[in-house]
């Protein structure tokens, strides 16, 4: 895992810059969080269906030096980061492309959770589920 998250990693990430993560749940996803994380910033993964105009938002808003992204989803990201000015690079993920073995390819689509869920985020919100 250290091996390929060092490839992924951004090109010069000072600490504590933004990255966006713009992927599709995957393994180079998980490898480009560690390498993100390795070089000293701060990730942010963005759910792959966001439509441009709430991926250009993101990208403003928190001031990402950087995206990470795979290259089916290239042309949309590359709109929204020309209208974030912070956004300096764009990285595309040289792994997406390479083809997965057949057998890969059945693990990835046996039954799971109903949502594609890799990932739970706790905010600092009113308590939903209030104790009896």
């Known amino acids: 895992m250290r091996r390929g998250s060092r490839r992924a990693a951004p090109p010069r990430l000072a600490p504590c810059e933004r990255i966006v993560i713009f992927a599709d749940n995957s ?8 390498a993100v994380l ?5 990730f ?7 439509k ?10 928190c001031g990402a030096r950087g ?11 590359a709109k929204a980061a020309r209208s974030a000015p912070s956004v300096a690079f764009t990285l595309v993920s040289p792994f997406a492309d390479e083809g997965i073995s057949s057998e ?3 693990a990835r689509q046996q039954p799971g959770i109903d949502l594609d869920l890799a990932m ?3 905010t600092s919100g009113p308590r939903v ?3 009896a």
């Open 27 to 34: 393994p180079e996803t998980v490898a480009a969080i560690f």
């Open 38 to 42: 390795e070089a000293g910033g701060v």
């Open 44 to 50: 942010s993964v963005v759910n792959p269906s966001t």
């Open 52 to 61: 441009l105009d709430k991926l250009a938002y993101i990208l403003d808003n």
């Open 67 to 77: 995206l990470l992204t795979e290259p089916k989803l290239l042309p949309l990201a």
């Open 104 to 106: 890969k390819e059945e």
């Open 120 to 122: 739970i985020v706790y």
């Open 129 to 131: 589920c209030r104790k």
